[in-house]
Each structure stands twice: as structure tokens, then as C-alpha cells.
């Protein structure tokens, strides 16, 4: 998969809130798909110091190890395809794939893949479609004792991409709620 720039911004959503964007965009359930993240660090913390986000996520039919760096406007995302198989037997053993991208880049940054282990993991039910403003993505997640709702719109363009995130919530009356990255609130949970 490689490398891209991620843009979004998010702001966490009501219950009720939740269910009415879902039935403004007309959203049946085949709309949604089960993904689980499995996070990862240091036991000292290398990756949270450096803002660094690591993950092993699964769904229904994919697995991909992806960590994420920060850059001007947004985030890196690199990204390792792994096979569901891999995926299992990595998660299993609470490690990441010694060897691809991600490992180099992590290399790059002083940190070996061998010294990471599993710090948490967070469950989302997740619609993702395009709209005029860019991609948006509607969450509900688990992890620990929380549950939670999300609205993501992910853009190309960070000044206008949010402005378009703005002008969305006040169509639709949402006021915008700081959204911590999935990551911290389940290390949060968590300890």
C-alpha cells in the first residue's frame, strides 16, 4: 500500500446526534463494516513521545499494520498489507511484522520493531462514503467500558477541507467536540 497524507477532522457525536446523521444519509446496515485496531508502543512510550501512531487493523476480509506520523498538515500513513493469517498470528503473539515499510520507517526514527508490544485495542462500526466535502466517516466504537460516536471527514486540502468540516456541523446543528485520536482514548481507557 505505501505511503499517503492523511487530512481529517472529527468531533464526537451524541447518540442522538449519531442516529440522525445516519438517517439523513439514508444509511442501512450494509453501509457498515467491523474494524478492529490493535495499538501499539514502547513500554517507554517511544511512539506516543514522538506523536507516532501504530496500529494492526483487521475487518471482515482485509489486515494492514499502518503507522501514522505527523507532518505539516495532517498525517503520513504508512501502510504494510498483511494477510489475515499474518494479522491473526502477529495480534497472537502481541508483535508487528519485523520486516516492510512500516519497520523501516520505525528504524528510521531510532525505534526496532522488536521492542513494541500491544497496548490496546478499539472496535468500530464504521460507514465511510463520499460526499461534495470530501470523504466522511461515521463511527461507533467500543473499547474497555466505553462506547462511543464519531463523525471523521477526511479532505484534501487542509484550509478548506475545514471549512467544509464546519459548514457540515452547522447544517447539521452539531456542535464541534474535540475528538482525541481512537488510539489515545483506548490507552486512556486502558490505564
Given at each position: 500500500?505505501?505511503?499517503?497524507?492523511?487530512?481529517?477532522?472529527?468531533?464526537?457525536?451524541?447518540?442522538?446526534?449519531?442516529?440522525?446523521?445516519?438517517?439523513?444519509?439514508?444509511?442501512?446496515?450494509?453501509?457498515?463494516?467491523?474494524?478492529?485496531?490493535?495499538?501499539?508502543?514502547?513500554?517507554?512510550?517511544?511512539?506516543?513521545?514522538?506523536?507516532?501512531?501504530?496500529?494492526?487493523?483487521?475487518?471482515?476480509?482485509?489486515?494492514?499494520?499502518?503507522?501514522?506520523?505527523?507532518i505539516?498538515?495532517?498525517?503520513?500513513?504508512?501502510?504494510?498489507?498483511?494477510?489475515?493469517?499474518?494479522?491473526?498470528?502477529?495480534?497472537?503473539?502481541?508483535?508487528?511484522?519485523?520486516?516492510?515499510?512500516?519497520?523501516q520507517?520505525?528504524?528510521?526514527?531510532?525505534?526496532?520493531?522488536?521492542?513494541?508490544?500491544?497496548i490496546?485495542?478499539?472496535?468500530?462500526?464504521?460507514?465511510?462514503?463520499?460526499?461534495?466535502?470530501?470523504?466522511?466517516?461515521?463511527?461507533?466504537?467500543?473499547?474497555?467500558?466505553?462506547?462511543?460516536?464519531?463523525?471523521?471527514?477526511?479532505?484534501?486540502?487542509?484550509?478548506?477541507?475545514?471549512?467544509?468540516?464546519?459548514?457540515?456541523?452547522?447544517?447539521?446543528?452539531?456542535?464541534?467536540?474535540?475528538?482525541?485520536?481512537?488510539?489515545?482514548?483506548a490507552?486512556?481507557?486502558k490505564s
Open positions: 500500500m505505501g505511503e499517503q497524507v492523511e487530512i481529517e477532522y472529527k468531533t464526537m457525536l451524541t447518540e442522538k446526534e449519531y442516529h440522525q446523521l445516519l438517517a439523513y444519509y439514508n444509511l442501512s446496515e450494509e453501509a457498515f463494516k467491523i474494524q478492529t485496531n490493535y495499538y501499539f508502543d514502547t513500554v517507554d512510550h517511544k511512539l506516543r513521545e514522538k506523536h507516532f501512531g501504530l496500529r494492526i487493523r483487521t475487518t471482515a476480509t482485509n489486515a494492514e499494520l499502518t503507522l501514522k506520523t505527523p505539516e498538515h495532517g498525517l503520513l500513513e504508512t501502510t504494510d498489507p498483511l494477510t489475515k493469517t499474518s494479522a491473526a498470528a502477529l495480534i497472537a503473539s502481541e508483535k508487528i511484522l519485523p520486516t516492510g515499510i512500516v519497520a520507517r520505525l528504524r528510521a526514527a531510532g525505534i526496532e520493531p522488536d521492542t513494541l508490544r500491544m490496546a485495542a478499539l472496535k468500530t462500526k464504521r460507514a465511510e462514503f463520499p460526499i461534495e466535502e470530501g470523504l466522511l466517516a461515521l463511527d461507533e466504537s467500543w473499547y474497555g467500558q466505553q462506547h462511543d460516536y464519531e463523525l471523521e471527514l477526511e479532505v484534501n486540502e487542509p484550509i478548506k477541507g475545514k471549512d467544509a468540516f464546519h459548514s457540515l456541523l452547522r447544517l447539521f446543528g452539531v456542535p464541534y467536540r474535540p475528538a482525541k485520536n481512537k488510539i489515545i482514548r490507552v486512556e481507557e
